[in-house]
């Protein structure tokens, strides 16, 4: 008996969002298509076992092939990498920063991180997270060109002499500088974590500088640029071990038992273990390396098409759109519509935003999936007109400032786009022009 006889809501549910899309642009940064092996790997029985611990110490009995595939995907990351330690267990992205806190850290320690809104990540301090609740977080910022301050980073670390020091980000367009990271980490006896999520996969492809030089420890999600199932590896540098020589242990430690994980996910380290594979053969490099090339001609167009980006471009695969001209927190319009034109992709605070991360005064996207499908620059310069000319379509609206005026305003906004011919127009074309790029 297949899904579709079993339970045909939950089949047809999921044939609707591979329609979806197959019709669509996906161009949230964060976002990818895996292949067809991580796909089956991440299907397969291994979901069925439970596993606790680590190979060959494990408190459940019959593992011995989930030991292979433990192992073969901590060998494949340290390659991939060029690091000694990884943990291929943390079930996503914050669980594993969780555990590095846990592995570093007591209660109430100070840490730093990039503030939220300038593009930092939840689990880098933020007030509203358990890591800006339970740990003395000191955000720092970037500077109105879109770069981080790193005078200032600098300023607060002296200040408050952190524990940890975050760098990495959700929505950072430049490259992320390591080694002055280091620097500061290293003069006020800092841990320094870089959480490369979004850029992993660039970093395997060598189209963004590595930090395990630099970085006592690395963690990373696998499904973004990395193009894997979901889930995330914790890895300790050789500049971790100098530190602290049991720096791999207590980050196992605080992966499990301690932190918020039972049974690792052997399905998902499975298909992790695929991915990394994906990720060290050379047509891997070469895709990359094209991520980066397509987001900076997309970049130009958007620009030449009279949108105005953060930082005035890009350095790796995403790009900020900052709308504030045409007034504040209209991020949700120019999502809105361009998701009904067939372009995926978020509402984003900017740098600075004068309003708030529900209403941003920006969107987010970047060329990760589209690249994936095959489209080059020639396709970046299509989208970018298709773009230009949905957020023309949104200039009049403007965000109320109640928020009973918003609900009101955005039903009606949401009325008027739906019947918004040159939207449908868009939508068709674009998706003629996906029949051409086959998802894989
Ligand atoms: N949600 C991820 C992103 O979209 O960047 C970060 O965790």
């Known amino acids: 008996m297949t899904l579709k006889d079993t339970d045909p809501q939950i089949y047809e549910l999921i044939e609707a969002e591979k329609q979806r899309r197959k019709d669509g642009l996906e161009m949230i940064p964060s976002e990818n298509h895996t292949s067809p092996a991580v796909l089956?790997?991440?299907?397969?029985?291994?979901?069925?076992?439970?596993?606790?611990?680590?190979?060959?110490?494990?408190?459940?009995?019959?593992?011995?092939?989930?030991?292979?595939?433990?192992?073969?995907?901590?060998?494949?990351?340290?390659?991939?990498?060029?690091?000694?330690?990884?943990?291929?267990?943390?079930?996503?992205?914050?669980?594993?920063?969780?555990?590095?806190?846990?592995?570093?850290?007591?209660?109430?320690?100070?840490?730093?991180?990039?503030?939220?809104?300038?593009?930092?990540?939840?689990t880098h301090g933020w007030k509203a997270n358990w890591?800006?609740?339970w740990y003395k977080s000191i955000p720092y910022h970037v500077q109105k060109d879109g770069y981080i301050d790193f005078d200032e980073v600098r300023a607060l670390a002296r200040e408050h002499k952190p524990k940890l020091i975050w760098c990495g980000a959700t929505a950072y367009v430049r490259e992320f500088p390591f080694e002055e990271f280091s620097?500061?980490?290293?003069?006020?006896?800092?841990?320094?974590?870089?959480?490369?999520?979004?850029?992993?996969?660039?970093?395997i492809a060598q189209a963004h500088k590595s930090p395990v030089p630099f970085a006592h420890i690395v963690t990373t999600t696998t499904h973004k640029t990395l193009r894997g199932p979901r889930g995330a590896l914790i890895m300790v540098t050789e500049k971790g071990l100098q530190k602290d020589p049991e720096l791999a242990e207590k980050i196992d430690r605080a992966v499990f038992p301690m932190g918020v994980q039972g049974g690792p996910h052997n399905h998902q380290t499975a298909a992790i273990a695929v991915a990394l594979q994906e990720a060290m053969q050379p047509e891997f490099k070469e895709y990359g390396h094209q991520i980066v090339k397509n987001a900076k001609v997309l970049a130009s167009a958007l620009i030449e098409q009279g949108?105005?980006?953060?930082?005035?471009?890009?350095?790796?695969?995403?790009?900020?759109v900052d709308l504030t001209s045409g007034g504040k927190g209209r991020g949700v319009f120019a999502q809105e519509a361009l998701d009904l034109a067939g372009i995926t992709l978020n509402k984003n605070t900017i740098p600075g935003d004068p309003s708030s991360p529900f209403y941003p005064s920006g969107i987010r996207l970047g060329t990760p999936a589209v690249t994936t499908r095959g489209m080059k620059e020639k396709e970046m310069k299509l989208i970018a007109e298709w773009i230009a000319q949905v957020v023309l379509e949104i200039e009049d609206y403007k965000l109320p400032d109640t928020k009973e005026e918003r609900i009101q305003y955005l039903k009606q906004f949401r009325k008027d786009i739906a019947g918004n011919e040159v939207i449908q127009n868009i939508k068709q074309q674009i998706t003629e022009f996906c029949k051409k790029f086959p998802i894989p």
């Open 307 to 320: 949108l105005t980006l953060v930082s005035g471009g890009t350095d790796n695969h995403m790009m900020l």
């Open 131 to 133: 890591s800006g609740l």
């Open 183 to 203: 620097q500061i980490a290293q003069e006020v006896g800092a841990y320094f974590a870089a959480d490369i999520a979004h850029i992993a996969g660039l970093v």
């Open 40 to 122: 089956e790997a991440l299907g397969s029985i291994l979901t069925d076992k439970y596993s606790e611990g680590y190979p060959g110490k494990r408190y459940y009995g019959g593992n011995q092939y989930i030991d292979e595939v433990e192992k073969l995907a901590i060998a494949r990351a340290k390659q991939a990498f060029g690091v000694p330690h990884v943990n291929v267990q943390p079930y996503s992205g914050s669980p594993a920063n969780f555990a590095v806190y846990l592995a570093t850290c007591k209660i109430g320690d100070p840490i730093m991180g990039q503030n939220l809104p300038d593009g930092g990540h939840l």
